[in-house]
T-cell receptor, first 112, second 112 residues
Framework: NAGVTQTPKFQVLKTGQSMTLQCAQD?????MSWYRQDPGMGLRLIHY???????DQGEVPNGYNVSRSTTEDFPLRLLSAAPSQTSVYFC???????????FGSGTRLTVV | GQQVMQIPQYQHVQEGEDFTTYCNSS?????IQWYKQRPGGHPVFLIQ?????EVKKQKRLTFQFGEAKKNSSLHITATQTTDVGTYFC????????????FGKGTLLTVNP
């Protein structure tokens, strides 16, 4: 049981580039979310999904897209990277609405 | 929208001293969760509180949910160096809102 796997662990992008942050879980969890963590800001929800084919926006969705074609995978796409998107990104999953999240180890993204 | 405020932002203690962090929501919560994040790590789920006035213990950690379900606290008795990290509360409102809103966290440092 690998839990929640995020790749890559580190990434440097140039302004305007696009990329996809990968997230996969092997626990058959229905709920998956993407959070970004910035110093002094805590964890802010970008997008979430309550099952395959269902996604919705969180607090800070602008500049990001998601899709959920399978239960296991929930990739986060940066459309045109900006320095303001420099952050640590965490993917998390849980089995149901009133359960605790299992977090991945994070992706540290720098946009220059 | 829903806001979750957490105080203090930082707390430095001598090993053996007690520690408390407080969490306050602008709205009534259906449940509240607590997470711990070690420096450089990812958040790890500690516990969930659901009932008004609920108190739960995990060894030296005591978690409380307020009677009005708008506030919560985490108390650590006799801190140890292994308690170092950031403690986050996260609250969810009722109804069809699946989103979990995190507080900004309290960073605990322990002087041995």
């Amino acid at each position: 049981n690998a839990g929640v796997t995020q790749t890559p662990k580190f990434q440097v992008l140039k302004t305007g580039q696009s990329m996809t942050l990968q997230c996969a879980q092997d626990m058959n969890h229905e709920y998956m979310s993407w959070y970004r963590q910035d110093p002094g800001m805590g964890l802010r929800l970008i997008h979430y999904s309550v099952g395959a084919g269902i996604t919705d926006q969180g607090e800070v969705p602008n500049g990001y897209n998601v899709s959920r074609s399978t239960t296991e995978d929930f990739p986060l796409r940066l459309l045109s990277a900006a320095p303001s998107q420099t952050s640590v990104y965490f993917c998390a999953s849980k089995v149901g609405t009133d359960y605790g999240y299992t977090f991945g180890s994070g992706t540290r993204l720098t946009v220059v | 929208g829903q806001q979750v405020m957490q105080i203090p932002q930082y707390q430095h203690v001598q090993e053996g001293e007690d520690f408390t962090t407080y969490c306050n929501s602008s709205t009534t919560l259906s449940n509240i969760q607590w997470y711990k994040q070690r420096p450089g790590g990812h958040p790890v789920f500690l516990i969930q509180l659901v009932k008004s006035g609920e108190v739960k213990k995990q060894k030296r950690l005591t978690f409380q949910f307020g009677e009005a379900k708008k506030n919560s606290s985490l108390h650590i008795t006799a801190t140890q160096t292994t308690d170092v990290g950031t403690y986050f509360c996260a609250g969810k409102s009722g109804g069809s809102n699946y989103k979990l809103t995190f507080g900004k966290g309290t960073l605990l440092t322990v002087n041995p």
